[in-house]
């Protein structure tokens, strides 16, 4: 095996301006050279970068390679020779074998696609409700703040059985903890809250069980430190993930909105190609236990291999056209919830969460448009694990104020009339 091979200087900390769908273009150009490049870690590590659909797969199913918290480098800082620390207890996503598969099996029960689907009436509910309180606010609305962020953190609050007095809080810390432009401190402090927080809960739920998943879990063998991180982790991971699908994905169909037809006609197939197209959980690490050859090159043991989802998502050897937003295609094999034991666990959640509110808003607000220019809208920053929009100024005409106040079906709505507005003229990505 030869390990000479194109080589990424640093992993891309930013999207090519005027492309905030696109993986930014360091990332394709490597995939030009092959499905697999070196990259230099900070400090003068080794390491790899994963672009092509079939390898990231493989990778992601392969035992050798792992998700260990304490084997892990930064790609971005130079963290030097200190141990980084292992996971905390139930931070179960940084954590292999059967560490992983204990807390795996209690949850994996809790959230599958049957129980995921008789949640759909409430979701519908929750997304009217957001909806009722857009309309009766009036435009313009921060599409975020408004729609994309209260729906997911309402449905994993009750999941979890948050009291829901205490949901605004979950959102306001979750959102700074996840903030990559936020201060350290204040994101420190955050983290500090919501654990806080989580640990008077748990004793709650210990002394009085109610109908809820964190209660469930109470009546196991996880310890008090166990519960609390896990249930740091549903909460934050349920928020943050599909809040920033919902706000991407809600502007790449006013971006492309020949496509917002097949909300109508196809919705699951339309969210499977949003999921693709744009990969909001953009990339995953991973570290060799041993050596390992991957398209003809030796991955060594220690190695930490970046796999790059959204640049797998598209490949051009397995979806065609792969950089156009095509709702009418099969998207199915995209590997936005990644693949393997590693497999996100609340993904079924998620596509009932989007299912239900892409189309609801689009036959709610059929004249929706962006409020500000689409070169103005702040994405992310690459350097964080989640993609996304800062903020989403949207508006609509007056007259769809108070239209079809709880449809979740769009076919109740106007089914001729798209979007309309600047939104339309952003190049399609």
């Given at each position: ?24 273009r ?40 792992s ?67 857009m309309?009766?606010a ?36 979750v ?53 609390i ?5 549903l ?34 197939q ?71 034991v ?75 009339s ?12």
């Amino acid at each position: 095996m030869t390990n000479h091979a194109h080589t990424v200087t640093a992993l891309p900390a930013a999207r090519t301006p005027g492309c905030p769908f696109n993986p930014p273009r360091e990332l394709s150009q490597a995939h030009e050279h092959g499905p697999i490049s070196r990259l230099p870690f900070p400090g003068g590590h080794d390491g790899w970068l994963i672009t092509g659909h079939q390898l990231a797969r493989s990778v992601l199913g392969d035992p050798r390679f792992s998700s260990r918290q304490e084997l892990m480098r930064s790609p971005f800082i130079d963290m030097g020779d200190s141990p980084t620390p292992p996971a905390p207890p139930g931070i179960f996503i940084m954590m292999d074998g059967g560490d992983h598969g204990r807390y795996r099996k209690l949850l994996a029960g809790k959230f599958t696609v049957r129980r995921m689907r008789l949640l759909t009436e409430r979701v519908e509910q929750v997304t009217a409700e957001r909806l009722d309180a857009m309309a009766a606010a009036g435009p313009p609305a921060d599409l975020v703040g408004a729609f994309a962020q209260p729906i997911p953190a309402i449905m994993i609050c009750e999941l979890l059985g948050v009291p829901a007095t205490d949901r605004p809080f979950f959102q306001e810390h979750v959102a700074t903890l996840f903030d990559e432009d936020a201060p350290e401190e204040e994101r420190y402090a955050s983290h500090a809250a919501v654990h806080g927080y989580i640990a008077t809960l748990v004793s709650a739920k210990r002394a009085a069980p109610t109908d809820d998943v964190l209660s469930d879990l109470t009546g196991t063998d996880l310890s008090e430190a166990e519960l609390i991180g896990a249930a740091g982790l549903l909460l934050a991971a349920g928020m943050d993930t599909t809040s920033n699908m919902l706000s991407l994905g809600t502007f790449a169909l006013l971006s492309n909105p020949g496509q917002v037809a097949m909300l109508r006609d196809a919705p699951d197939q339309c969210v499977e190609e949003l999921l693709r197209y744009l990969s909001v959980v953009h990339r995953r690490p991973r570290v060799a236990l041993e050596d390992v050859e991957l398209a003809g090159h030796t991955v060594k043991a220690g190695d930490q291999v970046i796999l790059a989802l959204n640049t797998a998502n598209r490949d051009p050897g397995r979806f065609d056209a792969p950089d156009a937003l095509d709702a009418g295609r099969s998207a199915i094999g995209h590997l936005a919830f990644g693949h393997g034991v590693h497999q996100c666990l609340g993904q079924q959640l998620a596509r009932v969460e989007l299912r239900t509110a892409y189309p609801a808003l689009f036959a709610r607000f059929p004249s929706l448009r962006l409020a500000v220019p689409a070169e103005d809208i702040a994405l992310r920053p690459e350097t964080g694990d989640v993609i996304g929009v800062k903020t989403l100024p949207v508006t609509w005409d007056a007259g769809d104020q108070g239209l079809h106040a709880h449809a979740a079906d769009p076919r109740e709505a106007d089914a001729e009339s798209p979007p309309r507005g600047r939104a339309g003229s952003l190049p399609q990505a």
